[in-house]
C-alpha cells in the first residue's frame, strides 16, 4: 500500500528520512520553505558519529560518498590558555573515523540527491483527524491531506503544535558567529593557530571557538551568559567589572558596533585569538534555545516529530546526528508497514524509541553546556578530557 508520507523541513532530519524511504521505492513529499537550495547560508561544519549520523547515512546507501566528503582531519582539537599557551593539542590518528568533519552545504547536497523538493513552501499549521488523512496548511492558502505528516522543520516548527504545546526556551547562553575567508592566504598565522579542526579558550562564563570547514573557510563563535536582551543594556547586563566599550544599546545589525562589544567584552584575552574577532566579517546573534528534556507527547495518529522540532538541545555535536538517524530509523519502519493500522504502529513504537534515547542525550548535552560556560573555566577542560582522553 502506498501511504501519501509528507516530511516538512529540509535539513538533516528531514532529508535522511526521504533518502531512506527513496531507497525503498516508496514516494514522499519534502516541503522545504526556502525558495531554493541555495537561498541562505548552509552553516557551519558537523562531525558525524560513527553509530549515529554515519550510521543514518549508511542506511541511506551513501556512506562510501561521505567518506569521500569529509575531513578526518577537522576532527583535531586545540586548546590554549589566558597566556596563549597550547594546554590540549589532541589529533587524530591517520586512520581514525569516530567523528569526521562535514560541511553541512556538502551534507545538504549529498542527501538532496535525486530527491524531489517542494521549494518555497512554507507550512504554517498541521491539522491531525480530518476525514482525508492530516491537512497541511501553507502559507499561499493551499492546503492538502497525508496520511503520515513529519515534522523535520526546526525549533520552531510549525508541525510540533499539532502533537505538544511545549515551545523553546533560552538556556541563559548565547552564540555569536563571524567567519573568516581564505583564511590560510589571507591569515596564515590565524591558520596555524587553528590547525587543521578547532580551537577553544575558555574564560569565566564565556569562550571563544573556531572551527576549520572546506576551503579555508573557518567559523568562529563567541559564547557567553547574558540575560536574552543583554544587547539593551551590554554595560548592566555583561558586567560585573563593567567594560570599557560596553555602554549604551547595541544594534545587533551594526558589524562595527557588535565587533566593539565583543572585543571589550573579551578583552585581555590573547591577541592572536582576539584577531579571530578583529578579521571576522558579518555577525550572527544565536541565543542557545532547548525544549524541555525529556519532551514527550500523547502520541496523535498521522503527525510526528523529528530532530530538533522534537527535542532542541544545545548544540555539542549530538543533535543533527540523532535527527539523522530518527529520521533514517523512522524511514525504515514506515516502509515496511502495510496498512493504515501498521503505520501507525510503526510510528508510535518509533517514538517510544526515539524519546527515551534523545532524552539521555538531551540531559547530557544540557549539563555539557553549564561545564563549557562555566564560572570555573577548568570544568569546560575536564569535560574535554572525559570525551577526548590523550
Known amino acids: 500500500m502506498r501511504h501519501r508520507i509528507a516530511v516538512v523541513?529540509?535539513?538533516?532530519?528531514?532529508l535522511a528520512f526521504a533518502r531512506v524511504l527513496h531507497r525503498r521505492d516508496r514516494p514522499v513529499t519534502v516541503l522545504e520553505r526556502d525558495p531554493a537550495r541555495d537561498a541562505r547560508p548552509p552553516g557551519g561544519t558537523?562531525?558525524?558519529?560513527?553509530?549515529?549520523?554515519?550510521?543514518a547515512l549508511d542506511k541511506a546507501g551513501l556512506l562510501a560518498e561521505f567518506q569521500a566528503l569529509s575531513r578526518p582531519e577537522g576532527q583535531a582539537m586545540r586548546i590554549l590558555g589566558m597566556g596563549g599557551e597550547i594546554l590540549r593539542d589532541w589529533r587524530p590518528r591517520p586512520d581514525e573515523r569516530a567523528n569526521p568533519e562535514i560541511d553541512r552545504g556538502q551534507l545538504r547536497d549529498l542527501l538532496l540527491g535525486p530527491l524531489d523538493v517542494r521549494w518555497g513552501q512554507a507550512v504554517t499549521e498541521v491539522v491531525p483527524g480530518t476525514g482525508d488523512g492530516?491537512?497541511?496548511?501553507?502559507?499561499?492558502?493551499?492546503?492538502?491531506?497525508?496520511?503520515l505528516v513529519v515534522g523535520a522543520d526546526g525549533a520552531w516548527s510549525r508541525v510540533r503544535p499539532a502533537v505538544s504545546s511545549a515551545t523553546p526556551h533560552y538556556t541563559g547562553v548565547t552564540l555569536i558567529e563571524t567567519s573568516l575567508d581564505d583564511v590560510d592566504a589571507r591569515h596564515p598565522g590565524l591558520a596555524r593557530l587553528i590547525g587543521d579542526g578547532s580551537m577553544a579558550v575558555y574564560g569565566v562564563n564565556r569562550n571563544l571557538v573556531a572551527q576549520r570547514n572546506s576551503g579555508g573557510h573557518v567559523k568562529v563563535y563567541a559564547q557567553f551568559r547574558a540575560p536574552l536582551?543583554?544587547?539593551?543594556?551590554?554595560?548592566?547586563?555583561?558586567?560585573?567589572?563593567?567594560?570599557?566599550?560596553?555602554?549604551?544599546?547595541?544594534?545587533?545589525?551594526?558589524?562595527?558596533?557588535?565587533?566593539?562589544?565583543?572585543?571589550?567584552?573579551?578583552?585581555?584575552?590573547?591577541?592572536?585569538?582576539?584577531?579571530?574577532?578583529?578579521?571576522?566579517?558579518?555577525?550572527?546573534?544565536?541565543?542557545?534555545?532547548?525544549?524541555?528534556?525529556?519532551?514527550t507527547?500523547?502520541?496523535v495518529p498521522g503527525?510526528?516529530?523529528?530532530?530538533?522540532?522534537?527535542?532542541?538541545?544545545?548544540?555539542?555535536?549530538?543533535?543533527?546526528?540523532?535527527?539523522?538517524?530518527?529520521?533514517?530509523?523512522?524511514?525504515?519502519s514506515v516502509a515496511a508497514a502495510s496498512g493504515p493500522e501498521d503505520l501507525d504502529e510503526a510510528v508510535r513504537a518509533f517514538e517510544e524509541r526515539m524519546w527515551a534515547r534523545a532524552g539521555r542525550w538531551a540531559t547530557m548535552t544540557a549539563a555539557g553546556l553549564e561545564r563549557l560556560v562555566s564560572p570555573d573555566p577548568a570544568q569546560a577542560i575536564a569535560l574535554f578530557d572525559e570525551v577526548q582522553p590523550s
Open 297 to 299: 507527547w500523547t502520541h
Open 9 to 14: 523541513g529540509g535539513g538533516p532530519a528531514g
Open 303 to 332: 503527525v510526528t516529530l523529528l530532530g530538533d522540532a522534537a527535542h532542541l538541545m544545545p548544540p555539542l555535536g549530538v543533535g543533527a546526528n540523532l535527527a539523522m538517524l530518527e529520521g533514517a530509523e523512522l524511514a525504515e
Open 46 to 55: 558537523l562531525d558525524l558519529h560513527e553509530g549515529l549520523g554515519q550510521l
Open 134 to 147: 492530516v491537512l497541511v496548511r501553507f502559507a499561499d492558502g493551499r492546503q492538502e491531506a497525508f496520511d
Open 229 to 295: 536582551d543583554w544587547h539593551t543594556d551590554p554595560h548592566r547586563h555583561l558586567g560585573p567589572d563593567r567594560r570599557a566599550g560596553l555602554d549604551g544599546s547595541l544594534d545587533l545589525t551594526d558589524t562595527e558596533a557588535v565587533r566593539a562589544a565583543l572585543l571589550a567584552l573579551f578583552d585581555g584575552w590573547p591577541a592572536p585569538v582576539l584577531n579571530l574577532l578583529r578579521h571576522g566579517t558579518a555577525f550572527a546573534h544565536r541565543p542557545h534555545y532547548v525544549l524541555p528534556a525529556p519532551h
